[in-house]
């Protein structure tokens, strides 16, 4: 919880928002939609990746944590604070 407060803080000041801070009220919520969603996916890849593609755990797990970060990038850039 501590985490996802602190990313939302620093990506809403100085990543995403090109100088411009987005309102709080309608990013907050959509963020953290965005961490359930991210937490769900996280899950569910590690699984599909080590047990369906029979990749050993170390690799399945990079593969997992490569593709949450870019589907966590594009979605906060295109729908949490545009």
Request: one cysteine or more.
């Amino acid at each position: 919880m501590c985490s996802s407060i602190f990313n939302y803080t620093v990506n809403r000041k100085y990543v995403f928002t090109r100088g411009q801070t987005s309102k709080v009220h309608q990013s907050f919520p959509k963020y953290f939609a965005l961490v359930i969603l991210v937490l769900l996916l996280n899950y569910g890849l590690l699984y599909f990746y080590n047990e369906t593609l029979i990749l050993p755990l170390i690799a399945a797990k990079l593969l997992t944590e490569a593709s949450i970060f870019l589907f966590s990038y594009w979605a906060q850039r295109r729908f949490v604070y545009s």
